[in-house]
């Protein structure tokens, strides 16, 4: 069983940055690749970046690439997910996500297992 917990979250001008985390208990962190996925009003919940267990690979959405980079910390069972260059359409609540161990690079929400409860991003223009 994994737990996580973001935070982070905040508003901001268009343009700005912020900096996501989401700290993980358990003792098996370092076994499960890791997810960020975004809701914003009246979406679906989308993709936006995923880790390898062993942090040696990512994956972004195109919305975000080149703008967002994901990281984890396997010693501080922590992800992280900096975000710069903010846009409005970045407006969201963002989760972090954790697949079962072993599992790879997921990028669809159906492939993880273990869900924060979220923290919200506000981009003003």
């Known amino acids: 069983q994994v737990q996580l917990v973001e935070s982070g979250g905040g508003l901001v001008q268009a343009g700005g940055s912020l900096r996501l985390s989401c700290a993980a208990s358990?003792?098996?962190?370092?076994?499960?690749?890791m997810g960020w996925f975004r809701r914003a009003p009246g979406e679906e919940r989308g993709f936006v970046a995923a880790?390898?267990?062993?942090?040696?690979?990512?994956y972004y959405a195109d919305s975000v690439k080149g703008r967002f980079t994901i990281s984890r910390d396997n010693a501080k069972n922590t992800v992280y997910l900096q975000v710069n260059s903010l846009k409005p359409e970045d407006t969201a609540v963002y989760y972090c996500?954790?697949?079962?161990?072993?599992?790879?690079?997921?990028?669809?929400?159906?492939?993880?297992?273990?869900w924060g409860q979220g923290t919200q991003v506000t981009v003003s223009s």
């Open positions: 358990g003792r098996t962190f370092n076994m499960h690749a």
């Open positions: 996500a954790a697949a079962q161990p072993n599992y790879g690079l997921p990028r669809r929400f159906w492939e993880y297992d273990y």
């Open positions: 880790i390898s267990s062993s942090g040696a690979r990512t």
